[in-house]
């Protein structure tokens, strides 16, 4: 690919080799001022250095990214949205008695449960929600609609009302 692009250069058309990453470098290559020229090994090991560190960054950066988008939308639109905890014997926990029976509701983000009675979805709902999500957004680009109407109903699972009002294009 390098050798393509140099032959362009020495055909005198040096335009012509682009404006992406590896035209700017093969340009850098021909510079008029011979201190900023750079070798055809100073090209090939920034392309690999481009590639191999920029890939594997970028994969780290959206796993992350998907991955905090993904518990975001858990914490505020749960699937299961509510779950009881009831007080099998009485307990004191610091200044706090609870009675037995008590009903604990709890409002913090456990969006799977927790304990010897977690989802047993816990691995497997994150991985398949990433594949689905990735696969949509490689096919499609999507817009809200403008008849959208923020309203989420409480049934058994949180949704929405009037169903996701969204306008899919394939691209």
Not at 21 to 28: E, T
Not at 31 to 48: A, T
Not at 74 to 89: G, I, N, S
Not at 124 to 150: D, N
Request: proline letters at 4%.
């Amino acid at each position: 690919m390098v050798t393509k692009r140099e032959e362009m250069v020495t055909n005198g058309d040096l335009d012509s080799c682009g404006s992406d990453f590896l035209g700017l470098l093969v340009k850098a290559r021909y510079e008029d001022d011979e201190s900023k020229r750079i070798s055809v090994d100073n090209v090939v090991d920034e392309c690999k250095t481009f590639y191999l560190a920029g890939h594997e960054t970028c994969d780290i950066l959206l796993t992350w990214a998907m991955t905090m988008i993904i518990n975001e939308t858990l914490r505020l639109y749960p699937p299961a949205f509510e779950m009881m905890r009831k007080v099998d014997k009485e307990v004191q926990l610091g200044k706090f008695r609870l009675a037995k029976a008590t009903n604990n509701v709890q409002s913090v983000h456990i969006p799977f449960g927790m304990g010897a009675r977690i989802c047993a979805g816990y691995n497997f709902a994150p991985i398949l929600t990433k594949i689905a999500l990735s696969m949509i957004l490689q096919r499609y680009a999507f817009t809200l609609s403008p008849a959208y109407v923020h309203s989420p109903i409480y049934a058994f699972t949180i949704r929405p009302q009037f169903g996701v009002q969204v306008i899919f294009q394939a691209l």
